[in-house]
């Protein structure tokens, strides 16, 4: 990689050196080859450290450089597209949702987080809530982690003795929700930073790009359970069908 000069170019420097970078990456370095370390590139292109970091930063969250613990920053490979999720009217733990069991636990109410405790409303109050965790795998690599919250109120039918933790309480938890009437859902998509068990469970560094997608079940009665999913925004991307439901995609990286 050559040097170029920024100091007259008008745009940002960090985003005409995201400009410059990213052409060196098609030009001079293979998939998963590690980069220079952030001393070398800054001293290469006449940069502070901060620019260059605000410029792979950039990159990282378009898909093109990955993060890796005890390795550092790589190329990252080409991605195809696979559909993961998308915003159909079912109850979690359907057949056909793609997502695994890893575990579930019951708590107070006051556990989960004020957020959370808002949009599940009265339904919540003063009562356990079971956490059940998922998370979502496409083509042998994590791409998202779910915490599923459902108040005892919505699955008054589980029983202790047939659940008494772990994914097995999980199942039952997800069975429960089966038999009630889904009325309809809605979603919300927002961009945020990775907390420290979404980050390893998603081989992420804590702190990274990701998207937090919040969906509330309803039915009759109200609010039934709450799902907080968080997509590696690295390699997942939003889609809006015709209808307007917006669908998560996540472009699997290939080794070319």
Not at 38 to 50: D, P, Q, Y
Not at 201 to 214: F, H, K, M, Q
Request: charged share 25%; glycine share 8%; proline share 5%.
């Amino acid at each position: 990689m050559g040097t170029t000069q920024l100091e007259t170019v008008p745009e940002p420097k960090y985003w005409h050196l995201k400009t410059v970078l990213s052409e060196a990456l098609d030009q001079d370095f293979a998939v998963g080859e590690v980069l220079p370390n952030e001393r070398e590139l800054a001293a290469r292109f006449g940069v502070a450290r901060a620019t260059l970091r605000q410029a792979l930063e950039q990159l990282e969250l378009e898909g093109r450089l990955q993060r890796r613990r005890g390795v550092g920053t790589t190329v990252a490979p080409p991605r195809v597209g696979v559909a993961v999720g998308s915003a159909g009217q079912s109850w979690p733990g359907e057949s056909t949702d793609g997502w695994e069991v890893v575990d579930a636990d019951v708590t107070d109410a006051a556990l989960p987080s004020a957020a959370v405790l808002k949009l599940l409303g009265a339904v919540a109050a003063d009562q356990p809530v079971h956490t059940v965790r998922r998370t979502r795998v496409s083509h042998g690599q994590a791409v998202a982690a779910e915490l599923l919250y459902v108040p005892a109120a919505s699955v008054p039918g589980l029983s202790a003795i047939d659940a008494p933790a772990g994914p097995a309480r999980a199942r039952a938890v997800l069975r429960e929700l089966q038999r009630l009437a889904l009325d309809g859902q809605d979603r919300s998509v927002e961009l945020g930073s990775a907390r420290a068990d979404d980050a390893k469970e998603l081989d992420r560094l804590p702190g990274a790009p990701v998207l937090v997608v919040t969906t509330r079940y309803f039915t009759a009665a109200g609010t039934a359970a709450v799902s907080v999913a968080t997509y590696r925004a690295d390699t997942c991307r939003l889609t809006f069908a015709d209808s307007g439901d917006v669908e998560i995609t996540h472009e699997a990286r290939v080794a070319s």
